[in-house]
């Protein structure tokens, strides 16, 4: 991919506060026209120092930061026209709907009739329509965070940068506006940049997500490729559950064997040495469960039953694997059970990891 298919492009960023600890380490980045790129990872990871540095809040350390190939690292944030979304919604408590949203153009010096159009226009996109006179303070969370929205869109932007934007919402409401932004996204084609530590939000919107931890990216993938082909350890953990096992690696076989010599075949993502320590994760939803011993028994525990939760649309078995191994959590739909009642805490089955989802990482 050449650098006119990116509108953003990281080249060599660090960043450090004190001069000792980089707390971003030489980022190199493409952000593609259009997408819908999310910067996930835990508290500290850079993500959100790196999104500052975009909006030109932050100055990188060394590096250059370029847009449409031209640089813009020394450019300050009022001239970038980005679009800004922050979580605590930033509007003005004495300004109506309609008068925070038009502030950009307000700034901007856009003649007033063109100001209401576009106003309206955002509106009618959040569905705020009829709101424009109502101050903050008479609207929802949710709706508070559409204003914000619109207030960002209302210009124009090439660029929508979201900083938690929907931290604060319940999570029924913030799973909706999720869908909302998605399909927001789809319509306007504008590039979204999103900061979350919310793994389920990253999966939900983004067309590619960006793994942070330690202030490198650990993974830059689209969302399908990061779930079930996660690159190393950090991003198989952070990224879903997952049962993890512990053994050795038996290279011939591409397998890891566990300390009591149970054998599973798997893929080996990195390349483990033979007889290395290594670690094996595999999804719940992968797992296969049997409440009787396979006549074909491949890649296949014997278990107990430890625990069974109930989340309305599917169980979550908890399973004990032997002393030397964390439970397993496998994931059973309802359907199918086909009427049958479910395991018991106490009961004995199988459970065949299936070698294609079963990611060998040495360790």
């Excluded at 009618?124 to 619109?150: E, I, K, W, Y």
Aim: glycine share 8%.
């Amino acid at each position: 991919m050449s650098d006119t298919d990116f509108l953003v492009r990281f080249a060599g960023v660090q960043k450090t506060y004190d001069g000792r600890q980089l707390v971003v380490q030489q980022l190199d980045l493409g952000i593609r026209r259009g997408e819908f790129l999310s910067l996930l990872g835990p508290s500290g990871s850079g993500k959100t120092t790196t999104l500052m540095m975009l909006a030109g809040f932050e100055s990188p350390t060394a590096g250059e930061i370029f847009l449409d190939g031209a640089r813009i690292t020394g450019v300050p944030p009022h001239k970038r026209n980005f679009g800004m979304v922050f979580q605590n919604y930033a509007l003005f408590p004495h300004l109506t709907v309609g008068q925070n949203v038009a502030y950009p153009l307000t700034v901007r010096k856009v003649p007033r009739p063109d100001q209401d159009r576009r106003v309206q226009r955002a509106l009618d996109m959040v569905r705020l329509t009829g709101m424009s006179d109502r101050l903050p303070a008479q609207l929802s969370g949710g709706q508070q965070q559409r204003v914000a929205l619109a207030r960002a869109l209302v210009f124009e932007p090439q660029l929508v940068l979201m900083d938690e934007p929907l931290g604060a919402l319940d999570k029924q409401l913030r799973e909706h506006m999720q869908i909302e932004l998605k399909e927001l996204h789809r319509q306007l084609g504008v590039t979204f940049v999103y900061v979350t530590h919310d793994q389920g939000e990253a999966l939900t919107m983004s067309d590619r997500v960006a793994v942070f931890n330690d202030g490198a990216i650990q993974q830059l993938a689209p969302v399908e490729d990061l779930y079930e082909a996660p690159a190393n350890r950090f991003v198989a953990g952070f990224v879903g559950d997952s049962t993890l096992l512990k053994g050795t690696f038996s290279a011939g076989r591409s397998a890891i064997e566990l300390p009591d010599g149970r054998v599973l075949h798997g893929v080996d993502v990195n390349q483990a040495g033979a007889g290395a320590q290594v670690q094996a994760y595999v999804r719940p939803e992968r797992i296969v469960l049997h409440r009787e011993a396979p006549a074909a028994a491949v890649n296949v525990l014997a278990a107990r039953v430890a625990r069974v939760i109930y989340f309305g649309d599917h169980l979550r078995l908890l399973c004990e694997l032997g002393p030397d191994q964390a439970q397993a959590s496998v994931k059973l739909p309802l359907t199918l059970l086909n009427g049958l009642a479910p395991p018991q805490p106490g009961a004995a089955v199988h459970l065949e990891f299936p070698a294609a989802f079963t990611r060998i990482y040495a360790a």
